[in-house]
């Protein structure tokens, strides 16, 4: 298995409502919360909450699934994405706090590959 989902975030403008709102849908305290991001546990999937405050447009849905790449294969699987077409929205991958790539599929779609462990 080359990756897995690890988390699907929203990006919001309202991170107390949305807490609240997800909260009571899960019956659950969130697992993190801060004023620009929360997430709850639901099995072994993370939902997390971004708050929106670098002026994206936000229409339609704003998801953005997170694929976990294995240790040593995050230059081919972005090469790859590419190639596909996809473009890059925001090159984390240098920065320890993010070891994370956005990109976005040539529909517009936002995606993120992560090298995860890091943060686990």
């Known amino acids: ?27 659950a305290e969130p697992t993190k919360s801060s004023s620009h991001w929360s997430e709850f546990t639901v099995g072994s999937t993370r939902i997390g ?17 997170v ?5 040593g294969t995050m230059e081919a699987t972005v090469a790859r994405a590419k190639a596909a077409g996809a473009s890059v929205v925001l090159d984390g991958l240098a ?3 993010m070891s994370s790539i956005v990109l976005a599929t040539p529909g517009g779609h936002e995606f993120e590959l992560c090298n995860c462990k890091a943060h686990s």
């Open 95 to 97: 920065n320890p706090k």
């Open 67 to 71: 694929l976990e790449v294995d240790d």
């Open 1 to 27: 298995m080359l990756m897995r989902v690890r988390s699907n975030y929203f990006k919001i403008t309202d991170m107390q409502a949305e807490v609240a709102f997800w909260g009571s849908l899960l019956q």
């Open 49 to 65: 909450f971004l708050l929106n405050d670098f002026g994206d447009k936000l229409e339609g849905c704003s998801s953005v699934p």
